[in-house]
């Protein structure tokens, strides 16, 4: 090799753009920003026409979907970036999920039990990363696994907030004549809309500066610290932004299925978020809103044929697959099949 | 005499029991060029550990500027503008190569307090100084190993640091991506004639090409130190490290 | 009084109990860096064997002996096929293929066996001793003893015998293990049989207690994490100390706080001891290497 004296063209003796363009499918960040964005808006178009015209079970498992998409969008940042092994992804939503059902409980209106949900899930959040970032590995699958797996009975012994074993039924918010829950279009635009919204701030985000700061840290940890990153900031911003996400997910869960026990909130439920995110590819939005759907509808619609309870099956066979397939996931077959041709003809 | 930059006093590292370095004085002032060569496990990478803030030193004092540095960490010493490489590139594997480069040079914004515009200047430059400027959009494991070792020197050099600490940067290259090595840290002096380097190398006449003092180290400890000529003649150096009968200019790699 | 003695000595008894679902994640942990989630899994597989032989009317020691070939096989499987060829992945990969096998035989148990409790045989359930107001039954002494034993047992393996200091040498250098004689992806096979036939002994003492469902064994092996943890990974004698301190704690929690808060101390301890003494109270540090 040369590197000085008459290099090729490019690496690969490939025009620069296909270059870019390759890098950009691998990484998740770069040139395809444009190509990304207008492919989660026509998935959204997509998500909103069949949830409006289908009958209502659609427009739930949509709903629902979209919800666990929301949570896995920021359990990916976690993944994606640091490489990390985020076990508790549930426990973030049960954090949103109470926080809401208890603020609604005492009669507050839905602006200021959206702005509570945001207060309590950073600073819980940020309670749990503290600690959290200073393990990596296997650490920080054991130590998140432990929580996920206290959840449930810390729920049954807070039974003031969460009604215990028999549960707590949410009073649903009415804006203007319209009840929100589970049945509601409305609560689909708004979880859609709410999607779209994180996920082009996730990917405007991972495409700065920030993001590349962040790959530093999670693939190049010596280098980081030895260039002056600060390594466990940006990591506890990280965890804090999931744990951010994870609640907002857990709110509209809350008002989507009316009712919380404790029981949903299972390691199993944080597992198939986990799964759902490798699926769709950690570092895909579109990837995490798949991964989403698959987590959110899989459960209803296999029921027929199996008790809800063996969805562990598909999960299993599921994560299995993921992790056989590498780290690119559906969401980068989709863009492998979509906006990177478009991309590379626009190019010529 | 100029003022030290640089101080190392009397430093010792001890793991457990044993000694990996014991009393080495070690200083840097502004354009002094120090190479560091000895045997493996003499001490070497753990001084330059050390002199980064990666290891906390158990003994000795190290200084920046007069003023003690002992307990800031490898970030804080980084901001303070001293850099260094490692040995196996540590590059990001989803950032292409000019992204890894501006790491540094967004480093060298903060040491430097100068503008983003300057900040791309000081990538390009460097990616165009150690001959990454073709694989600028190439991802690490993309491009060619040399490509990932000049690329983890000029990620440093992107900081225009004040004291750059190489770490074997010339291991695993050939004999001609070697030279360009040379010729690059050159060129790069030439422009920045006020930056104290420290060089860890195996290859002793890359060493003396770029560095004209030396300091041995044996087991810990400094065997020798001065002007390269003399230090490569030292009879005791030649024993335990060099073999007898060596003739250095043949050392195409020692150890 | 009566209430904390009782805390106290059963937490000691199960304790040790989680000392060996502990070791059982050691074993794997050794050879290969990860644990396995999938432990209770394998146990409950086993222990549904264990269950219908029992119920054709089995004696209890077929019934025991049967559960803990059952595990090691069950458990040899899934490391040859699954879990060891996904190491290439990286261990975290492992790792997390231990949880999709471990999610997929909850599934199949639910869908096929279901997911109701079921009682299962107790080596004893006679009073053999009783210490100040606390009586023990057969079962918990006969628990205490066989654990003891294996624990002890595995630990002098690992310091004495050749494959145990092979297994050492895996995990830290697998060509200092090729040099050996044993081929690290065989010990890791082995580890994986051994650590199946752990699973089945744990297993065989707690679903007495706990009665057997999908999830009962695992919610066990979560206290064997915490007592690796807490005790350190690499010393057999601080899992057997750490379980203890863990047993008696979370009884202590369960009867003086409140028993919903048991999991929750659970975790509070294993993130205390990681974030103050990473390698655990009785583990030595690992060097950190640039």
Known sequence: MSTTRAAPATTNGRPPRDERVAAS?????????PGRILLLVLVAIVVLIAGMTGDNPLKYSLIIGTIYAIA??????????????????????AIGAYTASYTLSRGWGLATVVLAVIVVSLLLGLLIAIPTVRLSGLFTALATFALAYAVPDLALALSSITGGDAGTAITPPIIGDTLIDGSATELLIAVVVLFVVLAAVNLWLFSR?????????????????SFGLRPSLLKIAVWTWAALLGGIAGLCYALAVGFLNPTVFTVFLSISLLAGGLVGGSRSVVGAWLGGLLVGTLPPNIQSVVPASSTGIVFGVVLLAALLAGSGGLGQLLERGTIAPLMRRKGR | MTADLLDGSAVGMRFGGVHALREVDVALQPGRRLGLIGPNGSGKTTLLNVLSGVYRATSGAIHFRGRSIDRLGPGARARLGIVRTFQHPQLAASLTIAENVRLGAALGRRVHGSSAAEETARVDAALELFGCAAYGEGLPDEVPYGVRKMAEVARAAAVEPVVLLLDEPAAGLSREERSELIEAIERYYREHPQTALCLVEHDVPLVTALCPELLVLAAGQALASGPAQEVVRDEQVRVAYLGENVELKDTEEVG | MDLFETSLISGIVSGLLYALAGVGLVVIYRVSGYVSFAQGDIAAVALYLGFWLHQGGAPYLLVAASVVVAGAVLGGLIGRFVVVPMERFGILAAAMATIAVGITIQGMENAFIGGEARPFPSAGESVALTIGSVSLTWADVISFLVCGVIVAALATGFKRTRVGIAM????????????????SVSLKRMSWIVSGALAGVTGLFIAPVYSLTPTSVNAIVVFGFAAIVVGGFDSIA??????MVIGVATNLTAAYINPDLVTTSLFLMLVTVLLIRPQGLFGRRPMARV
Request: aromatic share 2%; no cysteine; glycine share 16%.
């Open chain 1, 72 to 93: 896995i969008l920021g359990n990916n940042a976690i993944t994606g970036t640091l490489g990390e092994i985020n076990l508790a992804a549930g426990a973030f939503m």
């Open chain 3, 238 to 243: 601080g899992a057997v100390v750490a379980g």
């Open chain 3, 168 to 183: 050492r040498a895996v995990h830290d250098n697998p060509s200092a293990a090729e040099m050996l004689g044993v081929a």
């Open chain 1, 209 to 225: 500066s920030i993001g590349s700061r962040l790959l530093t840290v999670g693939e190049a940890p010596h280098a980081a610290r």
């Open chain 1, 25 to 33: 499918i691998r990484t998740g960040r770069g040139i395809l920003l």
